[in-house]
């Protein structure tokens, strides 16, 4: 599973601030760091516990297959909702929580357009707080697909992970008795054949666009791993590694 | 009979038109589209300022009647490409193109419920009546605070609907929350003459204190022209009947009346019966 | 047909019990009250109320009073178990006559914690089995579950044979007690600290400054314990209870320096933050919880005990009372301030968008208050209880065995009458209507 990129037998010995033997010592413990995109925020940091696939493949750098991620264009995003509102019926989101929001910016500083949109979600992150803090192991990332899971059954509703979430992306549901979010609607749609979730689906101005980051045929591939349009994800700092992406242009 | 008749239709003649005229000068401030989805609001004083006249638009491109557009089944982004609506100016050429800065047009919902109740709204809306009326400029609170800032929450999108006391004043309903003097950058109410054109006149009834045989009829025509609102509101007496306990320590201790009737310089209270007949 | 001796030992502490006069019994049976009413409270609230209408916590401040509380009984009793580990396993001879109702203490007051935290949790049940069902190594949570645990157990285990004044045996499983109860307190600040998320919380300050904060109320908890229990005993605060208390003090003294040092550092390092550290700060310092931070957490909490401690010279019980209580209110209120300043900023604050634009808030609601109070009930009344339970508490320390009349193995924990204890209260000539 480890990603040995020196073993043709070229050390680092340019960079100088790092010896080959610290980087082959750092990859050994199974830390898997790839991608330079997206101001160095599309990685893929995986546990060597996680052989998903065999050595030498080329989709190793993103363990997952699919690699379930969305782009969100927010200079599209027109505030209508639709999305929210069709989160809601598809997967039956009480009215005092939520799995997505479109949140609004006013700058009044701003020249010509003033407000932007901007969608926000659970960002399926690769380095998931919550699942860290879960002292029962009640969600947990899908090591097919990358989704961080809930398992209903399991949570004891102490909310540490709704604590850790550097996005606010997780609610106690009191229907279910466990904590909800979003799961790029897994059990809605995904595990019942459907290809895209349901924010993405309804979308009027394609702002939202769900995708395999690990197949380049996808259009979240193209999208993603280009240098002339800038793509950020939120937080960064926060180490979490999401991956929702978003951009402009 | 035949110079009545002649009467009644050149008067008719005249005003019909005149009205449909009148009509025709003031357009709707701002239309809110919410077909195909929500929402879009368009300002015609955003437009008049650009010198278009009202041709420019209403030649075929948009009917007078307002939000008519929205009915039509082409009345999406893909006909505006093609320049059909805003589109015929809207294409980078004459104005910025449809396919850039959509916030800039595009309101959003501000949640999941969208304020569909006035997509027409009057650049001018009158509240009250007689000396103590407001004209109150949508265009004017457009450009800090979105439809939503006020409707449906504080007032009811229809004129005439909101019943503003004094009282209300200090109550921070209405436009009170924002203008109560604590937000940044927002006049508070207290002055008066912001709103209210003309100056607002006192109550004219006598307001009683307290009761039996300690009561005082306060008249506001013997103090205003002296002393102004000012002087007692809000600072001694709020806008409210009633509200006022006045004991006598409070005689001694110069609040409420006696801030003014106290011993050195104004009437001195001393005289009981100057206020308690 | 002879009595079982358990049977007797525990009609005697009975006996002891009702005949603590009417002070002692309105006090246990209010604090049972309040144990009582607060538990109804909150399994009302979380059963059939929802903590969502019921508790002031939301989506945005999950964390609140309750988990402040637990830390607040869990912080005190590792504290006590540490106070009381200085003296009857490191051997410290001034610190050994508190041993025993320290360690008493510390379970009692685990236990109270382990009530309030029972009372927040909405499916606490699952919590018993997806325990050991479904680990989850990298939890803090798990951790400090599993180790405060274990540390019960070790706890009882070692107060069992404290009281059999067997301190050999006791302080090898005292010592592994204070292990796991620091490891424990670690991940207990550990929960917070590890959030990058949240970065009032975040580093590696809030394990540390448990463990100052862990010894600073240890200290000032048996002094408040201790100073009831001989006025409820009746007996005179003098001899080596005495100096043992001026012991503590100091030591209380000196942690009270160090708290106050780290939360000086604290709140300087703020200053030199990114955005959201500079909000919490000013919130803090100069906005709504400023209040909370002068005053009780400075100024109750740490600044007036100090003084008043150093007023008292160790040998001014009273003062030295007062100064313990303000600091134990100052630390609730100095808890429940941590944990809830640290979800205060929204976590998109830096998008500037309208949803986002204020500070959260956060009220507790009366349910919460009585939940803990139902924690402080369960801490009185057990405290109560067990001082009239247990008698030979003090003077036994290790090497000072206090043996009444050893009748056999477990009986012994129930002594009737302490021959020094009764030889203290006559001397004493302090009699507060009370005979033990």
Redesign the interface.
Known sequence: MTFKPFEDGKPLEVSGTISSLDRRAFLKIGLVVTGAFAGGAVVSAVSAAEKVFPRGSFPEKYPYKPHYCMVIRVDRCIGCRRCVEACVAANAVPDYGWRTLVLEREEQAAIDQRREFIPVLCNQCNNPPCVRACPVRATYKDRKNGIVMMDNRKCIGCKICVAACPYDARYYNEEKGAIDKCDFCFESRLSRGAKSTACAVHCPADVRIFGDLSDPRDRVYRLIHQLQKPVWVLKKEAGARPNVFYMKG | MRKRMLILCTALIITVPLSGAGAADKPPAGILYTQ????VLFSHGDHLQKGTSCSTCHSGLFDMEALRAQTRKDFN?AALYKGKYCGACHNGRKA?AADT????C???????VAAEDAPVYKATVRLGRGGQRVAFSHESHRKKATCRTCHPGLFQPKEGAARIGMADHDRNKFCFGCHSGKVRGVFAWSDCSRCHGKAVPAPKEAIRFGKENRIVTFRHDTHQPKAGCQACHPGLFAFRKGTARIGFPDHMGGKFCFTCHAQKGGAAFYTCNGCHK | MKNSPLLDSLKAAGGRILSGGPVYLSGAILFALLFIAGSVTGIHSVYFEGSRHAYGTSREIPLAMLIATYSFFVVASTGLCLVSSIGHIFGVRAFQPIGKRAVLLSVITILSGFLVIGLELENPFRLAIYLFASPNFSSNIWWMGTLYACEVVLLIIEFIYLMLDRHRVSAVVGFFGILFGVAAISNLGGVFATLNGREFWYGPYLPIFFIASAVMMGCAAIIFFTVIAHRIRGAALDGPVARSLAAVGKLLLLMLAVVLFFTIWRMVSLTAGGTEKLMVLDALVSGPYAFNFWVMEIGLGIVLPFLLLLGSRGTRVGVMFLAVSLMILGAFFARLQMVVAGQIVPLYWDLGVLEFSRLHVYAPTWREVMVVLAGVGFCGAAFLLGEKIFTNFDGAGAGVAVNIGKVGGGEKVFASLDETEAGAAVNGGKVDGDEP
Do not use: D, E
């Open positions: 195909p989805l929500k929402s982004m910025f800065q959509c916030a800039r595009h309101l959003g919902t501000r949640g999941r």
